[in-house]
């Protein structure tokens, strides 16, 4: 069974940089399937911030489009979320998870079935 492990969370102050760190251990590859990261903020839903497909095409919200960016190692089989420009409002918990999917990436969470267990992002204003 695939299971996602994030990292690289913690507090910083509006204007700064964080990297998330999604690794997994099991057989199956990012490579081959749909990845994304999502957040929940307190009281909010979970919503999906960016997704990253098979061929690598990408897809981000506009709340983020411009300051964060998706990528994926193949070898050590790693996938990143490199943010800049923090704001307070992108303080949440982040999950990177993995579809079913290789293209066509989804947008909600119904097609993604392993998930990570989190890592939370605190921005100070």
């Known amino acids: 069974q695939v299971q996602l492990v994030e990292s690289g969370g913690g507090s910083v102050q509006a204007g700064g940089s964080l990297r998330l760190t999604c690794t997994k251990s099991?057989?199956?590859?990012?490579?081959?399937?749909?990845m994304a990261w999502f957040r929940q903020a307190p009281g909010k839903e979970r919503e999906v911030l960016t997704t990253i497909d098979a061929d690598g095409r990408t897809w981000y919200i506009d709340s983020v489009k411009g300051r964060f960016t998706i990528s994926k190692d193949n070898d050590p089989n790693t996938l990143y979320l490199q943010m800049n420009d923090l704001k307070p409002e992108d303080t949440a918990i982040y999950y990177c998870a993995r579809s079913f999917r290789r293209r066509l990436c989804a947008r909600t969470t119904e097609e993604y079935v392993n998930w990570g267990q989190g890592t939370q992002v605190t921005v100070s204003s």
């Open positions: 099991g057989y199956t590859e990012y490579s081959n399937y749909c």
